[in-house]
């Protein structure tokens, strides 16, 4: 991961490989964290609160939410 953050000219094959690492680690990080934990992660003000953050990430996982 170090390597792409000192950007210099990367291959096609490169990038694609770098942004399937990153791809991987989101998807783990949510896969570990609660629906709620999430929610708080991803909440910016002026944007969904957090209860529908949290409705959002319970379906997309198919599970229920008690928010």
Known sequence: ???ILNI?????????AA????LAMARRDLLERS?????????????????ELERRIADRL???CAA
Do not use: F, W
């Open 1 to 3: 991961m170090e390597r």
């Open 8 to 16: 210099g000219p990367v291959k096609r094959q490169e990038a694609v």
């Open 19 to 22: 942004a399937g690492l990153v």
């Open 35 to 51: 629906p709620r934990e999430s929610a708080l992660a991803a909440y910016v003000s002026g944007g969904p609160s957090i209860d």
């Open 62 to 64: 198919g599970l229920t």
